[in-house]
């Protein structure tokens, strides 16, 4: 049966959300993507920006933001792995392109994540491997409506028993037995929802534009 993959990032690696069409499912963790992606999958899908331009916002990031709100991180570039720390990489984006154009502290803190996706990413990956975003997904699947926030009780009860009623029923026992790795609650809860998301989303937000290495700049959910 073929197995649907969704990767989330954390502190220590990646995590990864498999469900197959059985309902059969399971996760795994990594400090690296190369043997999470060993494993066999039809699609897959990632919480990490895939095509990235050397200036600017990405459409697909603002559209979404305007679905979701402040959940997605705005300006992912390419060349963001460059600079010695924040304050230098926003001082440069804010002189070429305005002030208030530059890059959160959320985002650069995944800069590192971001070049280790782009280094392994091609158009023909992109066949199988898409980027998502699980704030869109939820969003989706809760009927096109915003949750509570994903960091309160609330708002991860409500995560859970979403992704529970699309088949990953055991994933509030997962979420006892992460301890110790470094996985985050909502670590592992984005990484369901993403392969979710790898087994039935038919929709994107983006222009259908594509970045210097052909790359497509869209988020599926």
């Excluded at 990032?9 to 990864?16: E, L």
């Excluded at 001082?91 to 280790?116: A, F, H, M, P, T």
Aim: aromatic share 10%.
């Amino acid at each position: 049966m073929p197995n649907y993959l969704g990767l989330d990032g954390f502190r220590f690696g990646w995590v990864a959300a498999w469900i197959d069409d059985r309902g059969r499912h399971g996760f795994d963790y990594s400090p690296g993507l190369t043997r999470l992606l060993a494993m066999p999958y039809e699609r897959a899908m990632i919480d990490m920006p895939i095509g990235l331009q050397t200036t600017g916002y990405r459409v697909c990031d603002l559209r979404a933001r305007e679905l979701v709100g402040a959940a997605v991180f705005l300006g992912a570039r390419r060349d963001l792995w460059k600079f010695s720390d924040m304050a230098a990489a926003n001082q440069d984006y804010w002189w070429r392109e305005g002030k208030g154009r530059g890059v959160s502290r959320q985002l650069w803190n995944i800069r590192d994540k971001i070049r280790e996706v782009d280094a392994f990413m091609t158009p023909q990956l992109q066949a199988r491997i898409g980027e998502a975003h699980p704030e869109l997904i939820f969003w989706r699947l809760a009927g096109e409506r915003r949750l509570e926030r994903k960091t309160s009780a609330p708002g991860r009860e409500q995560r859970t028993e979403i992704l529970v009623k699309h088949g990953f029923e055991k994933l509030p026992k997962w979420l006892t037995l992460r301890h110790g790795t470094g996985i985050g609650r909502d670590d592992l809860i984005d990484a369901c929802a993403c392969a979710v998301a790898a087994r039935d989303s038919s929709r994107r937000v983006g222009d259908g534009e594509t970045d210097p290495r052909g790359l497509r700049m869209e988020i599926n959910y």
